[in-house]
T-cell receptor, first 115, second 113 residues
C-alpha cells in the first residue's frame, strides 16, 4: 500500500494527558498537511510542511499543539494537556508541490476522544 | 480569507438518475484550484475531480463532471447514472496557490435503490 498512513487510528485519552499522532505520507510527496474534522463538518486546515519546513500554521493551532517533520518524511502532531474540545478526527494529507494541481491525498485519519 | 459554501446539507437521488451538488466560493485570488472529495462512511477522503481555475473547459471524470463558472465563483458537481456506491459525504474544496485548502461543510448524498 503506497497511500498515506496514519497511526493510531483511534485514541482515547483523559483530559489533561498528552497525545501524539503519526502520519506517513506518500513517499515522493514533499508537502504534508494536517487537518482537524469534527462531526458533520468539513476538514479545517491546521498546518503544513514542505519537506521539513513548517510553512503555515492556522490560528486553530493553539500553543498546546505542535507538529514536526524532522527529516522531511513522516510527521507527528502532538497535543499537550488535552481538552474535551480537542475530540475530533485528525487527518493528514500529502502532495507534490507542483504537478496535478498539488492534489492532496488523504490518510484514514486518527480519531481522538478526550474523556 | 477564502470561504467555501455548500448550501445543500443533504441530497437524495434515485439509482441511475442524475444529481447536482452545489458549491460557491469567495476569493480575491486569480490562481487557484477547486476539488470535490468524497468521504464514505469509512471516512477516508477520496478525490473525485479537480478543476484548475485557469482552464475554461469543465473537468470530467467518467460519471462525474463539474460546471465551473469562474465569474460567478460557482463550482457544482454533476453525478450521472448514480450508483449505490456514490452514497457519501461530498466536500467541495478550494486550494490557493500557497497550498492550504479550505473545505465546505459538505453535502450528504443518499442514493435510493
Amino acid at each position: 500500500d503506497t497511500g498515506v498512513s496514519q497511526n493510531p487510528r483511534h485514541k482515547i485519552t483523559k483530559r489533561g494527558q498528552n497525545v501524539t499522532f503519526r502520519c506517513d505520507p506518500i513517499s515522493e510527496h514533499n508537502r504534508l498537511y494536517w487537518y482537524r474534522q469534527t462531526l458533520g463538518q468539513g476538514p479545517e486546515f491546521l498546518t503544513y510542511f514542505q519537506n521539513e519546513a513548517q510553512l503555515e500554521k492556522s490560528r486553530l493551532l493553539s500553543d498546546r499543539f505542535s507538529a514536526e517533520r524532522p527529516k522531511g518524511s513522516f510527521s507527528t502532531l502532538e497535543i499537550q494537556r488535552t481538552e474535551q474540545g480537542d475530540s475530533a478526527m485528525y487527518l493528514c494529507a500529502s502532495s507534490l508541490v507542483a504537478g496535478a494541481g498539488g492534489t492532496q491525498y488523504f490518510g484514514p485519519g486518527t480519531r481522538l476522544t478526550v474523556l | 480569507a477564502q470561504t467555501v459554501t455548500q448550501s445543500q446539507p443533504e441530497m437524495s437521488v434515485q439509482e441511475a438518475e442524475t444529481v447536482t451538488l452545489s458549491c460557491t466560493y469567495d476569493t480575491s485570488e486569480s490562481d487557484y484550484y477547486l476539488f470535490w472529495y468524497k468521504q464514505p462512511p469509512s471516512r477516508q477522503m477520496i478525490l473525485v475531480i479537480r478543476q484548475e481555475a485557469y482552464k475554461q473547459q469543465n473537468a470530467t471524470e467518467n460519471r462525474f463532471s463539474v460546471n465551473f463558472q469562474k465569474a460567478a465563483k460557482s463550482f457544482s458537481l454533476k453525478i450521472s447514472d448514480s450508483q449505490l456506491g456514490d452514497a457519501a459525504m461530498y466536500f467541495c474544496a478550494y486550494r490557493s496557490a500557497r497550498g492550504d485548502m479550505r473545505f465546505g461543510a459538505g453535502t450528504r448524498l443518499t442514493v435510493k435503490p
